[in-house]
């Protein structure tokens, strides 16, 4: 081969890698054996909180082609920790994120960093998400959910960077505020704010699921939910005064992060968001603008769990049209996905908005009851363990009972109830069905995915999926069960649905029990530490609604998660290392590398300034100058002390009505010029007072009247 | 935002297109190589738009005698330039068009190709509508210079599937038929020029195209890039006539395009 050749050779091959998606080699990082001692007395228990809200620009992940450009904030995003640790020196670390998806990178990434500062490795680190659609993507670790969770493409190393430096900083600071507590397990049902989505799905399993609790006058599909809100109250002594105060709580609940509609576009903690914020002010009335307390509060089994949304607040999605753009009489036809009205869009947002508010006040409410209640059942005594394993789908499918290729159904591509799609429903020529709606499955279709419709598989077979979907999807699973007193919990990596949870739990229950371990429930606790999309049960697969063509494994993926927790469960254990094939290197193919998070402030960002306030129906409004432009609403990652605009009364008291994480206060930014940040402000809480709006001891606007709405 | 839209929007619109043939009416004008690089601007103000524009119609490739080209054996350069403006209306998804094509001929009817003598002028109208699988589209012309007649064209863009995921991509489906209402010799007034040979459908065309939307260019407009195939069934003795001599039923010819939109109109579609 002569010289010049090669050198093509070499420059063409270069090109393909880097054009070609980013794969990643993560080892695994286990927690060192316990030392027993280092911790003084019986249980401690260590809370910490960090925002993690990013600047605009990222993509909101979870609706696929729906999820939007985040344009701004809402609720802020924070990363929220416990950590427990017993007098034998074992820790497990809690989190849970505001977060859209759970993602095997991220944790490993973080448990790398606690391993090494706290002893906190990946058997003793949870992070589960609240499965907000309202958060950013670009952090996980299949290329699929990188590249096509959101409108927006890529995977970013800069997003996976902070997230995991914050994350790993919050776990170190709930370890260095771990003190003597006391805590209690209870739970109580909340019915009426969630429903199943797929009920026809659901009602394939055999024996048919029942509802036996559920008060008289629900539809069967808010009937048939586990309705269970479980809850550990942590009380912690203060150092000063030697008395235990209430200090947060964690929480597990099913329900769906989709209070917001798929048309949204700003960052926002959604109805979870309210929820922890509720039971967190109520711990803590008088905090400030970040409470002390802090409410851990993670999802359960909600693969089929949407939050009771009314169907206006779901907009239309945008339909394929000509583009009206110059169309003159020799032009070629310009076609687009043309987007709803702005006034269908403001409507269905803020339906969607009134949702989240009386939902999440409903849910708060039953946590603040619960956690009142358990007051009277505190105790120091809380037995610690935990197992994990790390389970190789693709190279050990045969003997873990599922299909070696994994797939998606074409109604993955539709969406599912809280979100069609664009395609939902599409006709060819608008006569012929190819199958883009959900519970369509294919009796044709022949092998492990049998009745699993896909993309032209009339066409092509399974060739599309070989060649364009199934390296874009994970590879591993990591499963873990825990030991908290007398619970048992389940963590996946991924949504269970109902029926399946239900299935895992009794699994888990009885493996333990026959292990001896004196436990009295099994939880299930959805999105943690990886994503692997839904895990039905073998008969709701063959429905093929969304989640069952998101069971990308196949019909035996809820059987084997099944077999992995009981045999987890019955392997619990505390005071020992892992040995390290519980965690071996994850080989990941994460997406195409992209510089999604804005890189660039202005070298010198001058002190934020109000530009001007009006007010304009009910809402007030305020331009303002803040930040750098590729600025993170908290630039250190730790909470802030202060918000960073608020609106205040107009009057001696300056009594604060709002501030920049309120459900009713929206941060938009309207653009980065000269490497700076310039926002909007809107605040819809207006109540025919005068107001002015202030940058906390850097400025404070003008007063503006705003007439009574 | 909460600051109101602006009163008026401009925008322009650039395409460079090539193919295999250049067709007009149905009319085979030119085969071979062409390209057809256009500019285009608009006004817009709420539901009203003005908007003009200019296609110069190259052959590319050299052409021989006894060939179909405008610009005549041995030219290898501009054949065509038309120059229209058109007013617009939108009444929800239908939209109203009404303009004037002037048609100015550069070729060499010395050597074949369409001199000076054929420049013209049309006025023309066109009612489209938008829905989720059908876009009909109705035009009538009319030549008030040279021809003196009517011709009217039906054409239906059918999308097939669009990506959802940027780059967008669009698969779409062109059907078209025209029809000659008084574009025909007329024995009345032999001093007059005739497009087509006789009453009735004069064509009908199949296509099948993929638009790509390559990219926005800084939130200022978009880019696209289209690629198809186009058949064309011909019913009129003038649009059979392949050359000098040669008469052909059908022809199916490749194109392609680049198109870029800026200001308003680009910023708005996704």
């Known amino acids: 081969m002569s010289g010049r050749r090669a050198v093509l050779l070499q420059a063409a091959a270069v090109l393909l890698v880097a054009c070609g998606p980013t794969r990643l080699r993560v080892p695994g990082a286990l927690s060192p054996a316990p030392r027993p001692g280092t911790t003084a007395g019986a249980l401690q228990a260590g809370f910490a909180r960090v925002d993690i809200t990013p600047p605009p620009g990222v993509g909101l992940a979870g609706n696929g082609p729906e999820g939007a450009e985040a344009?701004?904030?809402?609720?802020?995003?924070?990363?929220?920790?416990?950590?427990?640790?017993?007098?034998?020196g074992n820790r497990l670390a809690l989190v849970v994120a505001d977060l859209p998806l759970s993602s095997a990178l991220l944790h490993r990434r973080v448990a790398a960093l606690t391993a090494r500062t706290d002893g906190i490795g990946a058997d003793r680190l949870v992070i589960a998400v609240t499965h907000t659609h309202a958060g950013p993507g670009h952090f996980f670790e299949a290329a699929g959910y990188n590249d096509q969770g959101s409108s927006v493409a890529g995977f970013d190393p800069v997003m996976v960077d902070s997230l995991t430096a914050r994350v790993a900083r919050a776990v170190h600071a709930a370890v260095a505020d771990l003190r003597p507590a006391r805590v209690a397990w209870g739970s109580r049902a909340v019915w009426g704010a969630t429903r199943i989505r797929s009920l026809p799905a659901m009602l394939r399993n055999i024996p048919m699921p029942t509802a036996l609790d559920a008060p008289a006058g629900l539809a069967l599909e808010y009937?048939?939910?586990?309705?269970?809100?479980?809850?550990?109250?942590?009380?912690?002594?203060?150092?000063?005064?030697?008395?235990?105060?209430?200090?947060?709580?964690?929480?597990i609940f099913a329900m769906h992060g989709t209070g917001n509609a798929p048309s949204n576009d700003l960052l926002d903690a959604d109805i979870q968001g309210l929820v922890e914020r509720r039971l967190e002010r109520h711990i803590d009335p008088d905090g400030g603008f970040v409470p002390r307390a802090v409410y851990l509060f993670a999802n359960g089994a909600e693969g089929d769990v949407s939050p009771a949304w009314p169907p206006q607040s779901r907009c239309n999605v945008p339909t394929l049209a000509p583009l009206p753009a110059l169309d003159g009489p020799f032009t070629r036809t310009l076609w687009e996905w043309r987007a709803p009205t702005a006034t269908h869009l403001a409507s269905c947002r803020h339906a969607a908005r009134e949702a989240i508010s009386v939902i999440g006040k409903r849910v708060g409410d039953d946590a603040v009851a619960l956690f009142d209640a358990l007051g009277a059942a505190l105790t120091d005594r809380l037995q610690l363990g935990r197992a994990f394993a790390t389970l190789s789908l693709r190279d050990n499918a045969h003997a873990l009972g599922i299909c070696a290729e994994p797939a998606l159904g074409i109604s993955t591509l539709v969406g599912a109830?809280?979100?069609?799609?664009?395609?939902?429903?599409?006709?060819?020529?608008?006569?012929?069905?190819?199958?883009?709606?959900?519970?369509?499955?294919?009796?044709?279709?022949?092998?492990?995915?049998?009745?699993?419709?896909?993309?032209?598989?009339?066409?092509?077979?399974?060739?599309?999926?070989?060649?364009?979907?199934?390296?874009?999807?994970?590879?591993?699973?990591?499963?873990?069960?825990l030991r908290l007193g007398d619970r048992v919990i389940g963590a996946v990596p991924g949504e269970v649905t109902t029926t399946a949870g239900r299935r895992m739990r009794e699994q888990m229950l009885a493996s333990a029990r026959g292990a001896g371990l004196p436990v009295s429930d099994a939880l299930i606790l959805g999105h943690a530490n990886g994503y692997l999309e839904y895990i039905t049960t073998a008969e709701e697969y063959t429905a093929q609604y969304y989640e069952g063509g998101s069971t990308i494994y196949g019909p035996g993926e809820a059987a084997m998660f099944g077999r992995a927790l009981a045999r987890l469960a019955a392997s619990v254990s505390a005071g020992d290392s892992l040995p390290a094939a519980a965690a071996p290197p994850l080989d990941l193919v994460v997406g195409h590398q992209r510089q999604v998070v804005p890189r660039k402030s202005a070298g010198h960002v001058p002190r934020p300034r109000i530009e001007r306030v009006w007010c304009a129906g009910d809402t007030l409004y305020a331009w303002l100058q803040l930040g750098g432009a590729a600025e993170w609403a908290v630039t250190t990652g730790d909470v802030a002390l202060r918000p960073r605009v608020e609106v205040v009364v107009d009057d001696a008291t300056r009594t604060v009505v709002s501030w920049d994480d309120d459900p009713a206060l929206e941060m938009r930014l309207r653009s980065r010029r000269g490497g700076l940040a310039w926002w909007e402000l809107s605040w819809s809480g207006v109540s025919g007072r005068t107001y002015r709006v202030r940058i906390p001891e850097v400025a404070e606007s003008d007063a503006v009247g705003c007439a009574m709405p | 935002m909460a600051a109101p839209p602006a009163a008026a929007q401009l925008s322009a619109r650039t395409d460079v297109s090539a193919g295999g043939r250049y067709v007009w009416h149905g009319i085979s004008r030119a085969a071979g190589l062409v390209a057809q690089p256009s500019l285009a601007v608009e006004l817009r103000a709420h539901r009203l738009s003005l908007q003009s524009g200019a296609v110069l119609h190259y052959e590319l490739d050299r052409v021989s005698s006894g060939e179909l080209s405008e610009t005549g054996a041995g030219g290898r350069h501009l054949g065509e330039e038309d120059l229209w403006g058109q007013a617009s209306v939108d009444l929800g998804p239908t939209r109203l068009h009404a303009g004037l094509v002037r048609y100015v001929f550069r070729g060499d009817s010395g050597t074949g190709g369409v001199g000076s003598a054929r420049?013209?002028?049309?006025?023309?109208?066109?009612?489209?509508?938008?829905?989720?699988?059908?876009?009909?589209?109705?035009?009538?012309?009319?030549?008030?210079?040279?021809?003196?007649?009517?011709?009217?064209?039906?054409?239906?863009?059918?999308?097939?599937?669009?990506?959802?995921?940027?780059?967008?991509?669009?698969?779409?489906?062109?059907?078209?038929?025209?029809?000659?209402?008084?574009?025909?010799?007329?024995?009345?007034?032999?001093?007059?020029?005739?497009?087509?040979?006789?009453?009735?459908?004069?064509?009908?065309?199949?296509?099948?195209?993929?638009?790509?939307?390559?990219?926005?260019?800084?939130?200022?407009?978009?880019?696209?890039?289209?690629?198809?195939?186009?058949?064309?069934?011909?019913?009129?003795?003038?649009?059979?006539?392949?050359?000098?001599?040669?008469?052909?039923?059908?022809?199916?010819?490749?194109?392609?395009?680049?198109?870029?939109?800026?200001?308003?109109?680009?910023?708005?579609?996704?």
């Open chain 1, 417 to 481: 109830d809280d979100a069609h799609t664009r395609i939902q429903g599409w006709l060819l020529f608008g006569l012929f069905d190819l199958g883009f709606k959900q519970g369509s499955p294919n009796p044709n279709v022949p092998g492990c995915q049998a009745h699993k419709r896909q993309l032209f598989d009339a066409a092509f077979g399974g060739l599309p999926n070989h060649l364009f979907i199934s390296g874009n999807l994970p590879s591993y699973a990591q499963v873990m069960v």
């Open chain 1, 223 to 251: 009937q048939l939910v586990d309705p269970e809100l479980a809850m550990l109250r942590v009380d912690q002594r203060e150092s000063a005064s030697g008395a235990f105060r209430p200090a947060g709580a964690f929480s």
């Open chain 2, 119 to 270: 420049n013209t002028t049309e006025v023309f109208a066109s009612l489209s509508t938008t829905g989720r699988y059908l876009n009909p589209t109705l035009e009538a012309w009319w030549d008030v210079d040279r021809v003196r007649g009517a011709f009217l064209r039906a054409s239906l863009d059918l999308p097939v599937l669009g990506w959802p995921f940027p780059p967008y991509a669009f698969v779409f489906v062109q059907t078209e038929m025209g029809l000659n209402l008084g574009q025909g010799p007329d024995p009345a007034r032999p001093g007059e020029l005739a497009n087509f040979a006789s009453r009735g459908i004069t064509h009908v065309s199949l296509g099948l195209g993929t638009e790509v939307r390559a990219g926005r260019l800084s939130g200022i407009g978009v880019t696209t890039l289209a690629f198809g195939a186009r058949s064309q069934l011909n019913a009129d003795d003038a649009t059979r006539v392949d050359g000098p001599g040669r008469t052909r039923d059908f022809v199916v010819w490749l194109w392609t395009g680049v198109t870029i939109v800026l200001g308003g109109a680009g910023r708005t579609g996704q």
């Open chain 1, 71 to 88: 344009r701004g904030y809402r609720l802020r995003l924070y990363a929220r920790v416990l950590v427990l640790a017993d007098g034998g």
